[in-house]
Each structure stands twice: as C-alpha cells, then as structure tokens.
C-alpha cells in the first residue's frame, strides 16, 4: 500500500521540460502543456548531430504561437491540442511554468563549450587510427 501511495503522490507533481535554459513543456497528471515559444534557444548548444543534418535542430524546436494542451491518457501521441475546450487548465500549466522558471532564468549562467577534435566532415567515418589530436580554434 505505501508504494501505491507513493507513486500516486509523485504522479501528481508538475514535470517540467527544458531545452538548454528554455522551457518547452510542463505536465501536471494527465496534462501537458507545451508552452508559446517565440524563439529558439541562443546560443544554440553545440551538437555534430546538428552540424551534419542542420534542420534537425530546427525540427525538433519548432516555434509555438500559442500554447497547446495534451490529455495524455486519451491522446498519448499528441495529435488533438484540448487548450481551447481547456483554458483554465492552459493559464493554471502556465502559471506554474512560470513560476517554476522563474528561478532558472534569474540564476541562468552563459554555456560553457569545451574544446575538442573537429567534428568529421560529413559522409567521414573515424576509425582507430584517426588522429583525434587536433582540436578546435576559440
């Protein structure tokens, strides 16, 4: 009984989803709420996923006008934004996004990038035997 209890109690906690420092979602039970985004993250963190296939980055982080809402217990697949029948569900997720990401932003500090080996131009396979001394230039 207590684990049941439990795991209730920590189903019912907002979850909140980030890319780098910008929030993207917050779910609350059966709710998700993917928020109004007006620009993507700067600086863009540096991925060769991104550098070899550009329109991924810009794919996966598609710019939201307005917020959509999800019931994930009818819609796991995410195809039937609720946010008009539910606006009061809408301003509450909102609400508590903001308020959670009140914190982050206040505290944000610039992303560090380490340097490492170039990248392997596109269509390049590394083996063992490739020379992984070089690094790049700041």
Do not use: C
């Not at 209730?8 to 929030?23: E, I, N, T, V, W």
């Not at 934004?81 to 009061?88: F, M, S």
């Amino acid at each position: 009984m207590t684990r049941l209890r439990h795991r209730h109690a920590a189903a019912s906690r907002p979850l909140y989803y980030y890319f780098g420092y910008q929030a993207q979602a917050v779910r609350e039970g059966k709710w998700k709420l993917l928020v109004a985004t007006e620009a993507r993250p700067t600086p863009r963190p540096a991925s060769l996923r991104w550098e070899h296939q550009p329109n991924v980055f810009e794919n996966q982080h598609r710019l939201l006008a307005a917020p959509e809402l999800y019931d994930l217990a009818a819609d796991l697949g995410e195809k039937n934004n609720v946010a008009a029948a539910h606006p009061e569900i809408v301003t509450r997720l909102t609400a508590r996004g903001r308020e959670f990401d009140a914190a982050p932003q206040r505290d944000k500090r610039p992303m560090q990038f380490e340097l490492g080996p170039r990248p392997p131009s596109p269509g390049a396979v590394r083996t063992a035997d490739t020379d992984l001394t070089g690094f790049r230039q700041p």
